[in-house]
């Protein structure tokens, strides 16, 4: 049998498992630490292994399909053991988060109904038994931290977030799908643009930022899409303005965007800020990667503003 979460007693084996986390809340790139706790029955158990995965739900490539439960990322942390009888045994984990690993709080608030959880699976004989998950709070990493503040001070409101099936043109993408969140247009930019989806692509050095104006609109037959990208390093995260560099991404994108469309009527160019009276940073080199963790501080390059 298989147990799968925070599973009771178990009417096959009386095994029991449960697995708890000292801190739900991480960052991507960072190690979840935790334990696995199996209690025995009256016999003996005898475990082929225990797997711990990350779960989220993810809506897939086809609109008129449900979302659906996908596991993501799965690490082995025990092989074959012996539970037993009436004894326990307690197996310690330290889960290493993958770079992509989609946010789920910002501030302290969820973000819409993004939701992830670790799902332990302890193996014992063919069948499966399903219990439930420990919640996992993924906060943002600094560069993202930054990015999304610089947003909400510049005016733009969430609409949406979400789990998108499907892999980015030309992204380097290690997940089988990637977090998109919508924005309503900030009073600032409305006229060329009316909607803003913001996609991260993280990696140990940085992550690339892609702004995508009009998705649905242009689903709908009401106007044109378009897509620009933009790189954000870790290292030096704290020396920059982010207000600014956001400011800089949005305008060049906008731009793009509007040079692009077939009605002139509203496709004029964004030539001024009320929150940035300076032009964005040049860009700067690359900074070092962190080294196998997230959180410290990190650094940007405001380039590569065109589209895929």
Do not use: C
């Not at 801190?23 to 158990?45: F, K, Y």
């Not at 193996?123 to 930054?146: E, F, I, K």
């Amino acid at each position: 049998m298989r147990l799968t979460g925070v599973s009771s007693e178990s009417v096959w084996t009386g095994l029991s498992v449960s697995t708890t986390l000292p801190n739900p809340s991480t960052r991507p790139g960072l190690r979840l630490p935790g334990r696995v706790t199996l209690t025995a029955g009256g016999e003996d158990v005898l475990v082929r292994h225990v797997r711990l995965g990350l779960v989220a739900q993810v809506e897939p490539e086809d609109p008129d399909s449900p979302r659906r439960l996908v596991q993501y990322h799965q690490v082995p942390i025990a092989g074959r053991f012996v539970v037993p009888a009436g004894r326990r045994r307690a197996v310690d984990f330290a889960v290493p988060l993958p770079w992509e690993t989609p946010v789920t709080i910002f501030g302290g608030v969820p973000l819409m109904s993004l939701r992830t959880g670790l799902r332990t699976e302890v193996s014992v004989d063919p069948d499966l038994d399903q219990g439930a998950m420990v919640p996992v709070l993924v906060h943002p990493l600094p560069v993202q931290q930054h990015v999304l503040a610089a947003l909400d001070t510049l005016g733009f409101v969430m609409r949406q977030a979400g789990l998108q099936q499907g892999r980015l043109p030309g992204v380097e993408q290690k997940l089988p799908f990637h977090e998109r969140l919508g924005y309503w247009v900030a009073p600032l930019y409305a006229g060329p643009i009316t909607e803003l989806e913001v996609i991260f692509v993280t990696n140990a050095a940085g992550l690339e930022v892609l702004l995508w104006m009009d998705r649905r609109l242009s689903l709908a037959g009401v106007t044109h899409q378009s897509i620009s990208r933009f790189r954000a390093w870790h290292a030096g995260t704290e020396q920059r303005d982010w207000v600014a560099t956001v400011d800089g991404w949005l305008r060049h994108a906008i731009d793009r965007h509007a040079a692009a469309a077939a009605h002139a009527d509203w496709s004029a160019t964004i030539r001024e800020s009320a929150h940035v009276s300076r032009h964005p940073d040049e860009p700067i080199p690359p900074g070092v990667g962190l080294g196998g963790t997230a959180g410290g501080t990190g650094g940007i390059s405001s380039g590569n503003g065109g589209g895929i």
